[in-house]
């Protein structure tokens, strides 16, 4: 069972910011509104399963590495 939770949004963070990309700029490689990725990496929402695929899509990781609690 896939449990998104806030440490998800951190890693969604954690990800952009390894990768050296800006907010602005993985919301627009992704097509996520800015205000919404700003929401989920501040843990204010949580990402749906399909912003969810898109994000790891953009940042080049699985979505295993997003969620897995290990």
Known sequence: MI???????????HYRE?????REE??????INLKSL???ETGLRIPRIN???QLATGLGVSI???VNNE
């Open 3 to 13: 449990i998104i939770d806030k440490t998800v949004c951190r890693r969604i963070a």
């Open 18 to 22: 390894k990768r050296n990309l800006t």
């Open 26 to 31: 993985l919301a627009a490689n992704v097509g």
């Open 38 to 40: 700003i929401n989920i």
């Open 51 to 53: 912003e969810l695929v």
């Open 64 to 66: 295993d590495e997003l």
